[in-house]
């Protein structure tokens, strides 16, 4: 196996440095996060393991990319549906210390979270995310600025706390629903924390495809059902 694998890098390695002597360093950095990404599939592969591909979509991630570890990292990827937009994937869980609705707890369970239509001032500011089929990448200009008004708004406001919920269409088995809704909630809240809110106001919840807001089986209603929103708590 070593052999192989000797075989397979070092003429790469050895074609890297003789082109990149007389190359710029733009060229050298396009080839960089070209070759990573399929050298890295080799290793998969040959280790009886392959995994979806993971792309560099700018040079900050560049430099700062210290492994290439597929368990906990967060890449934003060139969204192509929406141009230049960003779409964020799967990402690390922080949970929250605290637990809701349990015996002790000064945060009370999901019940006694308010639908943020019946708040004024929370009305605009907690919009629903969509999201696309069988999908939890958060996409398109409209998604970002509603998490964008719902991060500053936490942060104005410490004393809110959030459930996200997680929806999908009518499509597709109960549980994988369960766990699609729970991946496009999580999506949001990790997206929310890397915004500056605090992780213990943010809990999150899946209702996969037993909520919906449209009862049509027609691809626009569909697209409204397949959503992440919000019920807000003043303590």
Known sequence: MSKIIQFLVLPCLLLQVMTSCCRTTEEVFDDTKTASRHIRNGFSSLGGKH???RQISCRDDFY???DFSYENDFIPLNDVEFGN???FADSPVYHSKLSPGESGSSIPGIGSFRNPSTIPEAASVFQNVQFGYDSNLIKGEANLACLRR???YMKQHPNVYVFIEGHCDERGPEAYNLALGARRSNAVRTYLINEGVNGN???TISYGKERPLAYGHDDQSRAVNRRAEFKIYFQ
């Open 64 to 66: 700062a990319v210290q």
């Open 150 to 152: 719902i991060a500053h």
């Open 85 to 87: 937009e960003v779409a």
């Open 201 to 203: 106001n943010l809990f």
């Open 51 to 53: 995994g979806d591909s």
